[in-house]
């Protein structure tokens, strides 16, 4: 009993390992680097983002977003104190010019590391992602923290740690259910 389920282990574990490889061959995105009016603004400012390389499918939309990482722990507008993963979302679009680029004004909000993307279609018919990334900083005078200084952030975020412990969880169900079939075996014989 406990080699057939061994076996039926890892036939399973073999056909996810080779589904999932296949599934991830088949899209792949093109990635450029976009430029930025400033490296680092204050929370609030506003950058020009724009890309030159001629990549983009000429007319056609491009989705702008921006995904923040790192704000300060504790503190700044909207934060809640606890960073459990990046924050991404779309602010804006814009329309891929003759020349197959773009340029569009874009506000920062939050302080950290800024990283914006423009996603749109390529001119070789599959979809390109412009990335670059700005530091943002809080601006004088926010409530960061106690004091209104900001808390330096320390520690690691929450999500490795629940991903181990689903991992650890799933090992001891596995390991319950052989040692369940292992006595059933057992009493049988």
Same mark, same amino acid.
């Given at each position: 009993m406990f080699r057939k389920l061994a076996a039926l282990v890892a036939l399973a574990t073999a056909a996810l390992?080779? !589904?999932?490889? !296949? +599934?991830? +061959? *088949?899209? %792949?995105?093109? %990635? *450029? !680097?976009?430029t930025t009016s400033q490296s680092t603004v204050t929370d609030g400012g506003v950058v020009d983002f724009s890309y030159t390389g001629g990549d983009f499918l000429p007319g056609t939309p491009i989705t702008i977003s921006v995904s923040y990482t790192g704000s300060n722990v504790g503190g700044g507008r909207g934060s809640s104190g606890l960073l459990l993963a990046p924050r991404t979302g779309v602010v804006g679009s814009t329309t891929a010019s003759a020349s197959g680029n773009f340029s569009t004004t874009v506000k920062l909000t939050e302080p950290g590391l800024a990283t914006l993307t423009a996603s749109g279609a390529a001119r070789d018919g599959g979809t390109l992602n412009v990335v670059t990334q700005v530091r943002v900083l809080a601006a004088a005078g926010s409530s960061a923290g106690v004091g209104g200084a900001a808390l330096p952030r320390t520690g690691s975020d929450i999500g490795t740690q629940l991903w181990i412990g689903a991992g650890l969880l799933a090992l001891g169900v596995g390991l319950v259910g052989v040692t369940v079939a292992r006595r059933r *075996?057992?009493?049988?014989?």
């Open positions: 390992l080779v !589904s999932a490889g !296949s +599934a991830s +061959a *088949e899209y %792949t995105p093109t %990635t *450029e !680097s976009g *075996e057992h009493a049988r014989a």
